[in-house]
């Protein structure tokens, strides 16, 4: 078996979400998927689930220092159901920032800022906290 599966839905209350996973996405977009590159393969689901993850507005990542928390807050998020399999460098990075106050990747900090989505200070975050 492997695993095949979008990577979307509706926003959810994580306390009153009902776990069952849509079938409308399996139907219309993974089976034909799967009858196009997967020849004699059955693309009846074997079992089905639901999850939830956090999904950024423009669905990369932030890996970043909060804004004006002078490096004492740092924040991985957003990682809309595939960090894990990033986790290794996600924490390679983060617990260098935290330990050495500098990026081993400059040329990623910008691509995961948290400034992207215009937050630009600590409290700035606080009172805006829908943008993310």
């Known amino acids: 078996m492997i ?20 079938s409308e996405g399996l139907k219309y977009e993974v089976s034909p998927f799967l009858q196009k590159y997967f020849k004699g393969v059955s693309v009846e689901p074997v079992m089905t689930e639901s999850c939830i993850y956090t999904w950024t507005p423009d669905s ?16 991985g998020c957003g990682f809309s159901g595939h960090g894990f399999k990033l986790a290794p460098i996600v924490g390679k990075i983060l617990s260098e920032v935290a330990l050495n106050k500098k990026h081993p990747f400059p040329r990623a900090k910008k691509f995961f800022s948290i400034e992207r989505f215009g937050i630009r200070s600590h409290g700035e975050m606080i009172k805006n906290k829908s943008k993310l």
């Open 3 to 22: 695993k095949c599966a979008l990577h979307n839905g509706k926003p959810i209350d994580p306390d009153k979400r009902d776990y069952e996973p849509g």
């Open 60 to 75: 990369d990542f932030v890996i970043d220092e909060i804004p004006g928390s002078r490096g004492t807050l740092l924040v």
